[in-house]
């Protein structure tokens, strides 16, 4: 009987992960929406799943392929997870990156995402941030939306609100368009230094991993959620079209989805790139706010808005962190 446990722990469940590596590979490099629930899953925790029960198995029967499987794992977590990713430039940052000059300031955009959960205290805690723009999820009032607005660049501000979205920005709204059947909110902005950016303020509906999700009728909902989202996603990058080099073009907001999945893809399509994954430090997961395990708020923008630094902020007042990403004007190059 232990001979035929020690088989089972030492070949036939390292062999099932390895089983696990290739089904769950083959699922993220194609996102088939009928396998939504498995790639909304990240990389790490499949990883860490699949080297605790790799470890198990060599503590029980000592098999040298249980710890051969628990390294390939290790590897692909390490390589694959963007958490990695940020915490390896946030070393690099630190260690060769000297701070910017009076001249990079002079044509960098700070670009502000946060879920205000309502409250105006969450404007307070990004001021110091000195923002260019700032784009809104579950805003406060129209009230708190203007002080702030006035505080922070006075006459040379605008803004635009619908629903429960809201976009400041320094300078000057040249077009604004809400739409009708959600909180979505697109503006095309012209800021003081020159530069002239569309703006698109989104708010998906939640489409992420969650306990019951091997339920068929929440794998079915999970489904129905992606297709919805990708179809929204694309439908609104038909707004406020980039016609030219000069103009710059934001996409952010809760996609309530983690990074990677399909309902990126117009977004990719676009020729939009996430500025995390461009150029995120530190640990840039958003949700929940207090211990973030999944990246749900991004910022995506053209490619003639560089990516030089983006990082995740803690928000003590919503559940989700405020995003942040430093931009070089495309009228600087």
Known sequence: ???????????????????????????????????????LIPIWAWAGFAMIVSLLCWIVCRNVYSIVVMCIWLAVGVVFSEETHGITRELGHAIFTAPPTKDEQAIT??????????????????????????????????????????E??????????????????HGKFLNTLAEEESS??????????????????????????????????????????????RKLVRAFLGENEMTTPRIGRI??????????????RPLITAKLVD?????????????PGKYPLLRLDQIWVSKNLEPRKTFAV???????????????LPSAK
């Open 314 to 328: 803690h928000n003590p007042d919503s559940d989700h962190r405020t995003v942040v990403t430093y931009l070089r």
């Open 275 to 287: 500025s995390y994954a461009e150029s995120g430090v530190s640990w840039g997961n958003t949700y």
């Open 1 to 39: 009987m232990w001979r035929k446990i020690q088989k089972f722990l030492g070949t036939i469940v390292p062999s099932f992960l390895i089983g696990l590596l290739v089904t769950v590979g083959i699922c993220m490099l194609n996102r088939w929406d009928a396998m939504v629930p498995i790639t």
């Open 184 to 229: 979505t909110i697109h503006v095309r902005l012209r800021h003081p230094k020159g530069a002239t950016i569309d703006v698109t303020d989104i708010e998906l509906s939640y489409c992420a991993p969650r306990i019951d999700m091997w339920k068929p009728e929440v794998w079915n909902d999970l489904i129905d959620t992606r297709i919805t989202n």
């Open 251 to 264: 996409v952010s907001g809760g996609f309530g989805t983690p990074p990677a999945d399909d309902v990126y």
């Open 109 to 150: 955009l700070c670009v502000v995402n946060v879920n205000c959960n309502g409250q105006k205290s969450s404007l307070d805690r990004i001021k110091d941030l000195s923002p260019d723009v700032v784009i809104i999820q579950q805003a406060p009032e129209q009230e708190a939306l203007e002080a702030f607005a006035d």
């Open 152 to 169: 922070l660049w006075g006459a040379e501000r605008d803004l635009l609100t619908h629903r429960t979205n809201a976009i400041l920005g």
